[in-house]
């Protein structure tokens, strides 16, 4: 599998998933979602240069966003309730699924290219 691609095509659906859900979300709260938005969308385009830090970097937002998202009690609130079901679907599938699949894709391209630089060296 390539896992570079799964982790571009995972990046792009966190985008088109966060901008979908700021119309959603708290609007005192619209410039950090817009923010983050933009970090995911610039890190796409580093991780489709084959930029390893952009990799680093994903392993780090995914696993930020999802501790932040475990320990905001009104998102824990949401999901437990569904109080409101369009949000706690958008919370799930953005911030955690997506979350996760960035974190092992871009742990996997990272593991990937370094046994094929560890490969070219043996030779």
């Known amino acids: 599998m390539n896992y570079h691609r799964a982790t571009i095509f ?4 966190i985008s088109i998933v966060g901008i979908c ?8 709260l619209i410039f950090g979602s817009v ?3 933009l970090l995911f969308i610039v890190l796409t385009f580093f991780v489709w240069k084959e930029s390893t830090r952009a990799l680093y970097a994903c392993l780090i937002v995914g696993c930020i966003v999802i501790i932040g998202n475990s320990l905001a009690p009104p998102h824990v609130h949401l999901m437990t309730t569904f109080e409101k079901p369009i949000n706690a679907v958008i919370l799930i599938v953005g911030g955690y699924v997506l979350q996760a699949m960035l974190v092992i894709f871009s742990l996997k391209t990272i593991l990937e290219r370094r046994s094929i630089h560890i490969s070219n060296i043996n030779r």
């Open 21 to 28: 859900a700021i119309p959603f979300g708290d609007p005192r």
């Open 35 to 37: 923010l983050l938005e």
């Open 10 to 13: 995972t990046l792009i659906s």
